[in-house]
């Protein structure tokens, strides 16, 4: 029971209330440059999250061993080598990915969604947990980016999966979905700015549902614990 | 205190040489498959603008380097590659820089026939405006294809400009620079060969440090 409600607990921080991309802001830099297509979107959301995972998992596996003094150059050490062996993988596996995700690919080492959650969470609990908040964090991170690359995606060239065989294989290109055609592009959904206003929006978006829950709560509260109880031993 | 010092030392080693030793070893086992790809990728370039059922010599190998700043838009060196049926040229494609492009350097691959006509021209990187400059890729638009068979006379030749500078090219709306320069430099790559297509064809010195 209390095993369970601390994952259900991890996945509801890392998707939600704590998500790493909405609330916790964390590694805007490649959130907003890359996510000019869905494909792009996917290929770093699952980069960040492999990384994310191994990370945490590596990290929580030696905390006996790494003396608090150096702990972070030595968390800084495994990301960067997860990193590179990430970029390497996919620089040989997914050529055309690797070239669209260009620089973006190395600068998760710079992600400090990546450091944050070695430091705050797999430095101080066991192998499991850990890799489960690097898998929900990760999936955060990624729902957030796919998000954000499909409404540019669709504003901006009126497509979707647009260079998906760069990703999956050349089975892949009738994955591409086409929307509508123009001749004049929504420019301004491609260019960063797009980026900054689109995200914008998702925040506003996210914090008004949080609102509206919030607002409703008070008044059901005794009955809702009674109901949430049972579906737990349910 | 020495000794914590001394732990921490040895503790930061250890990370850093068991770190290293896995990115070597996959560094190690990824090596063979990026350079195939990275051929692979080449080829069908090469393959796009020069028909492969023209030529049946190994155009990764056949190749050498080349260098003029003034007509082929870069101070580094650059690739030509020569497409042979039988031993005998068919075509030349060489990689040459647009230097004017509207964020700076457009590469591209501009293959010429022997005779003097262009075989195709494709576009290996740049950082123009997305959705404005872009149209330069194959993806994006089918403009690149227009150059197709162009032939050039010389210097001189007022077609070589995009239409609102008299020439025969379109422009894109709201971007000219971009295939202005890109005009430009298939036009000066052409100027290139048509000066230097003998010693080109006649090298058989490879770049990739082999004799033939």
Known sequence: M??????????????????????????????????????????????TLLVLVCSNATISAIRQWVPKEVRIPIFVLIIAAFVTCVQLLMNAFTFGLYQSLGIFLPLIVTNCAIIGRAEAYASKNPVKPASFDGLMMGVGFALVLMTLGAIREILGQGTLFDGAELLLGEWASILRIEIFTSDTSFLLAILPPGAF?????????????????????????????????????? | MKVAIQNNAKVLALFAVAC???????????????????????????????????????????CQFIKDEEYLGSNQSQ??????????????????????????????????????????????????TPGLGDKIETRKSEWVYNFNDKDIIDEKDLRWAVKKDGGMFDQFTGATITPRAVVNAVKNTMLYFNQHQKDIISNTTSCRGQHD
């Open chain 1, 197 to 234: 206003i689109a995200m914008g929006f998702l925040i506003a978006a996210k914090n008004a549902i949080d609102s509206s829950i919030a607002a409703k709560q008070p008044k059901a509260e005794a009955k809702t614990i009674e109901r949430v109880r049972v579906n737990f031993e349910g």
């Open chain 2, 20 to 62: 290293t030793a896995l990115v070597s070893l996959v560094s190690l086992l990824t090596k063979d498959t990026i350079a195939r790809q990275e051929q692979q990728q080449l080829l069908s370039t090469l393959h796009q603008v020069i028909a492969p059922e023209r030529i049946n010599n190994d155009l990764y190998q056949d």
């Open chain 1, 2 to 47: 209390t095993e369970r409600s601390e994952y259900k607990e991890l996945s509801w921080q890392g998707l939600w209330k704590n998500n790493p991309g909405l609330v916790q802001l964390l590694g805007l830099c490649p959130l907003l440059a890359v996510t000019t297509t869905l494909t792009n979107a996917i290929g770093l959301g699952l980069a």
């Open chain 2, 79 to 128: 690739t030509a590659y020569i497409a042979r049926m039988d031993h005998v040229p068919v075509a030349v494609a060489i990689t040459s820089v647009a230097p004017d492009g509207y964020n700076g350097n457009i590469q591209l691959l501009v293959a010429i026939n022997v005779d003097g006509t262009l075989s195709g021209v494709r576009v290996l990187k740049h950082k123009e």
